[in-house]
């Protein structure tokens, strides 16, 4: 009957546990010395050798003739223990077992002397799932425990476990094993099951695994049964990945900003059955060695995944700054946290490519800082960063009185003009105060409008500032809002957004202003009524000019042009 490799693989003796040197010999000199406790509590992360120490400590204590410390695996009481048969050595698994009812009997069986061993040994994992009666069961145990009893309690959740229990044990702390000693058992594995495995396929292995040897194992079974030499190549085609290649390629896309070629790219490898997960963690994974290499150029080296070549992942340094990397890291960590619950998987993905290519499309203050990066960046290079229209700039501006004949209505030298018969000469040199009513200019100023809002919803001050979304119109006693589309008109006109708008049109104009939303461009103005000061203002230049110019004939000095 065919056996998994991780079970197949599993070690007997603490000498064959990878990459937990710190607590295997640690376990060996106690067995050896007899110095052993009566509750140990063994915490880590999955798949890096908490219950297969647990299961050689309870052979180990148990065993008629250790090898300095080791199990012989070959006595009566080490074989019974390792096929089950002796009951004195009861593993339980608390996410079944978390009852208060399950763990009274369990205390209450604990007090007879073992049968056919020297100690009664029970192995509790995933002990954190035990409720708090539960736990206080269990207490007492541990408080008064027999000469004869051991627990062994394992979890991946330390915090979850009660201080008072974790007091009462000797705490191990099992570690990720490293990527190195993990391609190392692979390859002995391999070796061993006679599978044609590479260096690099064993190396992405061990990166999957992500310090992991139960994970590494199950990724090798899986990818072992394909035909001819497991390479890299198979490796990521079974397991459903972009690879390496394909992700730095999606990166240096969202790098020149290509974000045509990014959703190409992205669209391939979805045809080709990539999960979109996986693929977001890819780019998150590169995205990080680049964050490392550009914070920490020298000590950070070692904290690198790996997996890429220099001649791949300097361009990609050199090409974002600092800030732009921790936004791309904050964008792909929200659509990672977010792809569990979507309904589209393949749009979330599209979304979060969108917004890492177009990054003028963030208006958090992480998005600012990218930006501002950049520009600093670019100047530090002698490079002048490309102007991009703002939203100021691209609002239609009021129509302002023409400023060449208030210029020339104020010359230089100090002359009385003589008195014209008619009109007055105040009607002549008209000074700069004769404008239109304060509340006029105000009316017209959406920008300037813009800047007095407080009170709104980050999203409705988002859709406001963008022209392409909102543009508004003051006009005799409403503000007009007009909106791209009709989703944008139901977004603003809902809640009391609408009464924040109107009371700040009223502060901002003086007079109060009902406020409406519509669908489509905002019309070219219409012409005012023109009032008496306004005719005065908007007078034929001609008329000014010829003042000027007879003025100008009373003196010799000087000549008007």
């Known amino acids: 009957m065919y056996q998994a490799l991780y079970r197949k693989w599993r070690p007997r003796t603490f000498d064959e546990v990878v990459g937990q040197p710190h607590i295997t010999e640690t376990l060996k000199r106690q067995v050896a010395t007899g110095h052993l406790s009566h509750a140990y509590l063994f915490t880590g992360t999955r798949g890096t050798g908490k219950t297969t120490c647990a299961k050689i400590l309870a052979r180990a204590v148990n065993c008629e003739h250790p090898v300095d410390g080791n ?60 409720s708090m009666a539960a736990f206080n069961a269990l207490l007492k145990i541990l408080e008064e425990p027999p000469a004869h009893l051991m627990f062994i309690l394992a979890t991946t959740e330390l915090h979850k476990v009660p201080a008072t229990i974790k007091s009462r044990c000797q705490q191990f702390a099992f570690k990720r094993i490293s990527p190195k000693a993990l391609t190392g058992r692979l390859e002995y594995v391999a070796q061993q099951e006679q599978i044609p495995l590479t260096s690099e396929a064993a190396e992405l292995l061990a990166r999957l695994a992500d310090g992991g040897l139960r994970d590494g194992l199950s990724l090798l079974d899986q990818c072992s049964g394909t035909e001819g ?33 990014a959703l190409t790219a992205l669209d391939e490898l979805y045809r080709d059955g990539k999960d979109m997960g996986a693929l977001l963690g890819e780019i998150a994974a590169l995205v990080r060695d680049l964050l490392i290499r550009k914070t920490a150029p020298e000590g950070g080296k070692t904290l690198l995944t790996g997996g890429y070549e ?35 998987r393949r749009t979330d993905a599209e979304l979060c490519l969108i917004r890492l290519c177009d990054r003028s499309l963030s208006d958090t203050v992480q998005g600012f800082s990218a930006r501002l990066s950049r520009v600093e960046a670019q100047l530090a290079h002698g490079v002048l960063p490309k102007v991009v229209p703002t939203p100021a700039a691209e609002a239609p501006a009021e129509p302002q009185p023409p400023k060449k004949p208030e210029k020339l209505a104020q010359p230089k030298a100090e002359v009385v003009p003589p008195p014209k018969p008619m009109e007055p000469p105040t009607q002549t040199l008209p000074q700069k105060e004769p404008v239109a009513v304060s509340t006029t200019q105000k009316a017209g100023d959406w920008n300037g409008f813009l800047k007095t809002l407080r009170d709104l919803p980050p999203m409705v001050h988002s859709f406001l500032h963008k022209p392409e979304s909102a543009q508004g119109v003051f006009e005799e006693h409403t503000l007009t809002i007009w909106t791209d589309s009709e989703l944008t008109m139901s977004f603003l006109n809902r809640g009391d957004t609408p009464t924040v708008l109107e009371r700040a049109a009223e502060a901002y104009t003086g007079q109060k202003r009902r406020v409406k939303f519509q669908v489509g461009k905002p019309p070219v103005q219409p012409t005012q009524p023109r009032s008496n000061a306004s005719q005065r203002q908007e007078a034929p230049q001609e008329d000014k000019f010829d003042d000027l110019l007879a003025l100008g004939r009373q003196f010799g000095n000087f000549k008007v042009k």
């Open 229 to 261: 030499e497991l390479s890299e190549a198979v490796v990521l085609d079974v397991l459903g990945l972009a690879g390496n290649r394909k992700t730095a390629s999606l990166l240096d896309c969202v790098a020149r900003e290509d974000t045509t070629g």
């Open 71 to 130: 199990p012989c695996n070959c006595c009566p009481s080490c074989l019974g223990i390792e096929n089950g048969s002796i009951l004195d050595v009861l593993e339980l698994d608390a996410a079944s077992n978390n009852g208060v009812d399950q763990i009274r009997a369990l205390r209450d069986e604990a007090t007879y002397t073992p049968a056919a061993v020297q100690k009664r040994v029970y192995i509790v994992d995933e002990v954190h799932m035990l």
């Open 310 to 344: 220099e001649r791949v992942i300097r361009p990609l340094t050199e090409a974002f700054t600092a800030a732009e990397l921790v936004q791309m890291m904050t964008i792909l960590q929200n659509a990672q946290a977010d792809l569990y619950r979507s309904a589209s």
